[in-house]
């Protein structure tokens, strides 16, 4: 009896040894769950002795792990879908950057932004264990700040719907330069404009880049380069024939240029300055425009580029002050 009750015992102890090896297999069903704070540097210390903890305005975007493809990202652990790239409207409800991810991805790139001033940093193979994201938004040093764009249903050039990327530039900022990476290409008959809100003063839908041709090629373009018009060269900017100037007139324009339609490069002499942001709240836009009357706009996305300073302090007399 004693013999069958000790078999009995050890075969309970077996079976439950085996089980807690196996469960760890059978759990892997859920999501990874992301949660990082973000922090500023804004060159001090706080008096807690640390940066200074950003809880609003943050929007970011998730990709899948060394790649520009937006990554599947969920709500909470029963795969809730989530939209990506995430707005700022979200953010602030948790104050932190806050998803799931299925359980089979190991790492993901998360570029975030902070809407105030547009200051921006890349979290490259980011796990669930990562914790903290900072951004550097020291004054008195160039930053280079980014924000996506997307493909938007317009009326045609020169009355195209701006599109608002959220980021509102601090007083006191100097925006030097501004350029495009284009991850999918459009088509000839597309054209993008970026600029400061058309709705606030002095305001200026291309203020920055005027009617850039959207070509078909990938790659990255820099109106500050003088290239051809067909639109196949990824190096260099695309010339468009008929507006004749990349830059808008808040960098720059190209003074008595002129452009051909056969490909031929544009003449001319190049002015260049900087926007001065003379107070808060100067919105970066954007809009995607077709020549074709009624038509809409292709599926060409990508990302503006913006390298920015902005001077320590401005008082309401327009005085610089460190």
Request: net charge negative; hydrophobic share 35%.
């Amino acid at each position: 009896m004693k013999t069958r009750f000790k078999t009995l015992i050890l075969g309970l102890i077996l079976l439950f040894g085996l089980g807690m090896m196996a469960s760890p297999v059978m759990a892997d069903f859920g999501h990874k769950h992301y949660k990082i704070s973000v922090y500023a540097d804004e060159g001090f210390t706080t008096a807690s002795g640390g940066t200074t903890l950003i809880t609003g305005g943050i929007t970011y975007k998730v990709l899948t792990d060394d790649t520009n493809t937006a990554a599947t990202i969920y709500s909470d652990s029963a795969g809730t879908a989530m939209t990506n790239p995430v707005t700022s409207t979200v953010f602030d409800t948790k104050d932190r950057i806050d998803f799931y991810v299925p359980s089979s991805v190991t790492a993901v790139d998360i570029i975030i932004v902070d809407s105030a001033g547009g200051y921006t940093t890349f979290l490259d193979d980011a796990t669930e264990h990562t914790r903290t994201a900072i951004i550097d938004e020291r004054p008195n040093i160039q930053h280079h700040g980014m924000i996506w764009w997307g493909p938007v249903t317009t009326t045609p050039l020169g009355a195209g719907t701006q599109q608002d990327t959220g980021i509102d530039f601090d007083i006191g900022t100097l925006v030097h330069k501004v350029i495009v990476e284009l991850i999918t290409g459009g088509s000839s008959s597309n054209f993008l404009n970026i600029g400061i809100d058309a709705n606030e003063s002095t305001g200026d839908l291309d203020g920055f880049i005027n009617a850039m041709v959207i070509c078909t090629d990938a790659g990255w373009y820099d109106p500050y380069q003088v290239g051809i018009s067909s639109g196949t060269n990824t190096n260099l900017m695309v010339i468009n024939a008929v507006a004749g100037a990349p830059l808008g007139p808040l960098l720059g324009y190209i003074h008595e240029g002129t452009s051909t339609a056969t490909g031929g490069e544009t003449q001319g002499l190049w002015l260049h300055w900087d926007y001065k942001v003379n107070s808060n709240g100067r919105g970066l836009v954007y809009a995607v425009s077709s020549e074709g009357a009624g038509t809409t706009s292709s599926v060409a996305n990508g990302y503006i580029h913006y390298l920015f300073t902005r001077f320590g302090y401005f008082d309401s007399a327009q005085r610089v002050h460190p």
